[in-house]
């Protein structure tokens, strides 16, 4: 166990001419130094999703569930994590509930707020 830390990421996406999602975060963890998380998403049914994701070791699985996205995926270690993202009804933003676990128990959980911020100069290479 271990005190709580503070994550930030700011991401850039676009979406390709085939509808897939490229995002590219900057992720700062305290504690930890910066890094780039890539996802690349693809719709594969009416209400699924399949991608990777630079962390995950294997598949990223996402399923729109009422109005909310639940995205399931492995990482290093045995962990594995839920992701919940619920949009708000301004479009523009949104919430995030993240639950990591290992062998069934829960080791982590992250809360987090989504904004979508007025459009800039790119900021990633």
Do not use: C
């Not at 690349?40 to 009416?46: A, H, K, S, W």
């Not at 990482?75 to 676990?101: F, K």
């Amino acid at each position: 166990m271990s005190k709580s830390r503070h994550a930030r990421s700011s991401g850039e996406g676009t979406i390709g001419q085939d509808g897939s999602l490229t995002l590219i975060q900057q992720v700062r963890d305290e504690g930890q130094r910066a890094h780039k998380r890539i996802w690349r998403i693809r719709q594969v049914g009416p209400t699924k999703f399949s991608g990777t994701m630079t962390e995950a070791t294997g598949p990223v699985t996402i399923e729109q569930v009422g109005g909310g996205y639940r995205f399931r995926f492995a990482m290093r270690g045995g962990l594995s994590v839920e992701e919940w993202l619920i949009p708000n009804a301004d479009g523009n933003s949104g919430s995030s509930s993240l639950t990591v676990r290992k062998f069934g128990m829960t080791v982590a959980k992250s809360e987090g707020v989504i904004r979508k911020l007025p459009q800039q100069a790119s900021s990633f290479p």
